[in-house]
């Protein structure tokens, strides 16, 4: 059974936290953390790039640093944002003087075996979020090393909760499953609003107000499926009128088997997230 985990904001932490990479994911996961109760005080960021760390300074008040010798000596927490290419060469660069830190990485495909090696800690977690947690509404599939406590795994629940929802899996394996299934899930929530748009337009809708429709009718329907516990099945059946239009509709839909291509697309998806992982592993 997957636990979903989701965090009543206000909660108030003294730890310090290093971000390594300072990119999209991790500015989002800067802003959960400062609207959550985290002080700018306590976050640092590691960014190469001069016109990001600026964006970042600029955006949340926080320390942005070009380079980790001499400013994240002694981190309580790192998040490790960089590409998986180029994580191990800036791990041995730099893990070793955090190695007393809680590590935290959302590099895709790297073995948590691996992080450890290249960390020199045990007290590793994996995690695989999705960019939806810009808006605070992503998901987070995480794994824990063996040396992860209870109170690491508490306060990685913390970090992740103003980016939406967080739950564990068992093992590295399973973290492909996450990255095929909500890693990348908010393209596939995207290709279907993108097809719905394109049918409004195709109706005599203008192009904004055929974006709107889609997204306020695919918005709604999930608003109205979290407010129960009822099959997604059962939902669509009461929209659906035998003989009417919706039931047209998803003639076509069924013929072409959409859901099946859908299942089939996530295990396309997964494939590829355990060959990256492999191919990830042999560059290691």
Not at 118 to 133: E, K, L, Q
Not at 200 to 221: I, K, M, P, Q
Not at 268 to 274: K, Q
Request: charged share 20%; net charge negative.
């Amino acid at each position: 059974m997957i636990h979903i985990y989701l965090f009543n904001k206000g909660f108030c932490m003294n730890e310090s936290i290093t971000f390594i990479g300072g990119g999209n994911m991790a500015s989002a996961m800067i802003s959960g953390l400062l609207h959550g109760g985290w002080s700018d005080q306590e976050i640092t960021v590691v960014e190469r790039n001069a016109d990001q760390r600026e964006r970042l300074r600029d955006a949340f008040n926080i320390h942005a640093t070009e380079a980790c010798v001499g400013s994240t000596e002694g981190a309580q927490i790192v998040v490790w944002a960089v590409k998986p290419q180029a994580l191990r060469e800036v791990a041995m660069q730099s893990a070793r003087s955090m190695a007393g830190g809680l590590h935290i990485s959302i590099a895709a495909g790297i073995a948590t075996m691996d992080l450890c090696q290249w960390f020199g800690s045990d007290r590793v977690i994996r995690a695989m979020p999705n960019t939806a947690a810009i808006v605070s509404s992503g998901v987070t599939g995480l794994f824990a090393a063996a040396g992860v406590s209870a109170s690491d795994k508490a306060l990685a629940e913390r970090i992740f909760q103003g980016t939406g929802a967080c739950f564990w899996v068992a093992d590295d394996e399973r973290m492909n499953a996450v990255t095929a299934v909500s890693g990348s899930g908010p393209a596939y929530a995207f290709h279907f609003m993108e097809g719905l748009q394109k049918a409004a337009s195709a109706l005599g809708f203008d192009e904004v107000r055929a974006r709107e429709l889609a997204l306020l009718v695919v918005g709604g329907a999930v608003r109205q499926a979290l407010a129960t516990s009822e099959p997604l099945s059962v939902l669509k059946k009461r929209v659906t009128s035998k003989g009417g239009t919706t039931a047209a509709a998803l003639e076509v839909l069924d013929r072409n088997d959409t859901q099946g291509t859908t299942v089939l697309a996530v295990q396309a998806a997964y494939a590829r997230a355990s060959q990256l992982a492999l191919e990830l592993e042999e560059l290691a």
